[in-house]
T-cell receptor, first 116, second 106 residues
Framework: GAVVSQHPSWVICKSGTSVKIECRSL??????MFWYRQFPKQSLMLMAT?????????EQGVEKDKFLINHASLTLSTLTVTSAHPEDSSFYIC????????????FGPGTRLTVT | EDQVTQSPEALRLQEGESSSLNCSYT??????LFWYRQDPGKGPEFLFT???AGEEKEKERLKATLTKKESFLHITAPKPEDSATYLC???????FGKGTRLHILP
């Protein structure tokens, strides 16, 4: 149980274009999902908390107009990187919190974004 | 400022050589200390949650313990397949340490 998927697993896009990443909880409903980014040999940095049916809460320093998050259903959250630049190239990972497990998160496999 | 610090950054062990990874934290109002395993190019895989000092949890060759200031991940008689980066994280919003890259030599 507690399986989270992400799509795509990797994507290459040109500078200035937008990219959408999907995060799905496959066998449970998640009212809360999280988005992280990870640079090589660095730890995960929380970008935002996504709550179903409401606006995402962004961490300090994360541009909400650049990283658009939508949590339209209890099993799907999307992250759209708008007007991507090479410095946005990173490993983006989502996680979802199963109901009743207030302090646990289960992670997706990650999406490798490369902006050329 | 809430902080999670892991040591060592990297560790190389011979197969069967037991050791411990350290996670020290300064997190106000800690509500949970989490251990994850991450393989290259993959998302973290949940291992343990510890909630209170003195608590211990085990899974195969791994055992996690928690004190008021730090947590240890003990690995007993490791095998090459235990090679990965082990991350610890604290609190509700999950503040991650930088991880320990563990490499087990056959």
């Amino acid at each position: 149980g507690a399986v989270v998927s992400q799509h795509p697993s990797w994507v290459i896009c040109k500078s200035g274009t937008s990219v959408k990443i999907e995060c799905r909880s496959l066998d449970f409903q998640a009212t809360t999902m999280f988005w992280y980014r990870q640079f090589p040999k660095q730890s995960l940095m929380l970008m935002a908390t996504s709550n179903e049916g409401s606006k995402a809460t962004y961490e300090q320093g994360v541009e909400k107009d650049k990283f658009l998050i939508n949590h339209a259903s209890l099993t799907l959250s999307t992250l759209t990187v708008t007007s991507a630049h090479p410095e946005d190239s990173s490993f983006y990972i989502c996680s979802a919190r199963p109901p009743g497990r207030e302090y646990e998160q289960y992670f997706g496999p990650g999406t490798r974004l490369t902006v050329t | 400022e809430d902080q999670v610090t892991q040591s060592p950054e990297a560790l190389r062990l011979q197969e069967g050589e037991s050791s411990s990874l350290n996670c020290s934290y300064t997190v106000s109002g800690l509500r949970g200390l989490f251990w994850y395993r991450q393989d290259p190019g993959k998302g973290p895989e949940f291992l343990f949650t510890l909630y209170s000092a003195g608590e211990e949890k085990e899974k195969e060759r791994l055992k996690a313990t928690l004190t008021k200031k730090e947590s240890f991940l003990h690995i007993t008689a490791p095998k090459p397949e235990d090679s990965a980066t082990y991350l610890c994280a604290g609190n509700d919003k999950i503040i991650f340490g930088k991880g320990t890259r563990l490499h087990i030599l056959p």
